[in-house]
């Protein structure tokens, strides 16, 4: 089985930090966006990835090269963002006719992904929410069969989502509604769906099988991100890294805080994820994300993602500041 993961978006929510960095990048928990989806499918047992990269494609690449030499992995390009249907599309010829489990990139969520994989039928992880008109909703039988799917419906008739997981057995099949769609310009909200595609499979006799997620991480935006970044870093638990410079340091767990960081007269935690070779100094940091290669001088941060290579002096802020910016508050 292969696992197909489409990271080409433009991350525009989380903007200006996906000007520099893509989205599947950014930091959470002491990890990236990407290594907790790849670290949890390869601890499954998935060997073979196949990454849809567009927008920031270099650095995705660039990224599991190094830190997964010992995958087999290939990248796929998808110069235009046609949706998400598109970007899957792109990948038929290097899957073949073999079984897929295609994650969202920016989709992190608790499940028994080994049962998921051992399941004889095709499935898509779903998860009850207050408003589906913002996701693929799924209309579900007792069984647990999926009787129809509908891109961001107006009026939903069901408010089980769709939350990106979607093991797929007969691919041959999906490719063929996915190719039937776009030769047909069969479009949701002015993009090549994947939700559409899989009505098609449904629609000419294909068993979709739903199952449930325990918790669903959002990481689109900044708030949420935060969200999850706490709630993960209580999972995870705090790391840090032997390599740094500590003077009259209080840290208050659950933090995260990478190699070369050198930190002076600090309060740090709880929920900070901190990159590497940072400098923090006089500083209190609270439920945030910092960047690496980032200098913290005289400022209280609370509920702020701060990105690399940043510099800010100053006073109590929230912050939302992207990659190579240097900021006074003095």
């Not at 993009?191 to 000419?204: G, K, P």
């Not at 990478?258 to 900070?272: F, H, K, L, M, T």
Request: proline share 3%.
């Amino acid at each position: 089985m292969k696992a197909i993961i489409p990271v080409a978006g433009a991350g525009t929510k989380l903007r200006p930090h996906t000007y520099t960095q893509p989205k599947a990048l950014i930091p959470l928990a002491g990890k990236t966006i990407l290594s907790i989806i790849v670290d949890q499918l390869v601890e499954a047992g998935i060997t073979e990835f196949v990454f849809v990269v567009g927008y920031l494609g270099d650095k995705i690449q660039d990224y599991v090269k190094k830190q997964y030499p010992q995958l087999r992995c290939d990248f796929v390009l998808q110069s235009e963002r046609e949706g998400l249907g598109h970007a899957i599309y792109l990948t038929r010829e290097v899957v073949g006719n073999e079984e897929v489990f295609i994650v969202l990139g920016d989709t992190i969520c608790e499940y028994d992904v080994r049962e998921v994989l051992d399941s004889t039928d095709s499935m898509l992880g779903v998860k009850k929410v207050d408003d589906p008109r913002n996701f693929g909703a799924a209309e579900i039988e007792e069984d647990g069969t999926i009787s129809r799917v509908v891109e961001k419906p107006h009026i939903p008739k069901s408010n089980m989502a769709l939350v990106g997981l979607y093991k797929i057995r007969d691919t041959s099949f999906l490719f063929a509604c996915l190719e039937n769609n776009i030769r047909e310009g069969i479009k949701s909200n002015d993009e090549y769906s994947l939700t559409d595609a899989l009505e098609c499979m449904i629609r000419h006799g294909a068993i979709l099988k739903s199952f449930k997620v325990q918790n669903w991480f959002d990481c689109g935006r900044k708030d949420t991100l935060l969200e999850s970044n706490a709630t993960l870093m209580k999972k995870f638990g705090g790391n840090v890294a032997e390599d740094h410079i500590f003077e009259n340091v209080i840290i208050i767990p659950p933090v995260s805080i990478a190699r070369g960081c050198s930190i002076q007269n600090a309060i740090i935690g709880p929920n900070v994820a901190i990159g590497e070779e940072t400098i923090i100094v006089n500083s209190i940091v609270v439920d945030s994300i910092i960047g690496s290669f980032s200098n913290l001088h005289q400022v209280v941060l609370h509920d702020s993602l701060i990105g690399s290579d940043t510099e800010i002096k100053g006073e109590r802020r929230s912050l939302n500041i992207g990659d190579n910016t240097e900021i006074d508050l003095g």
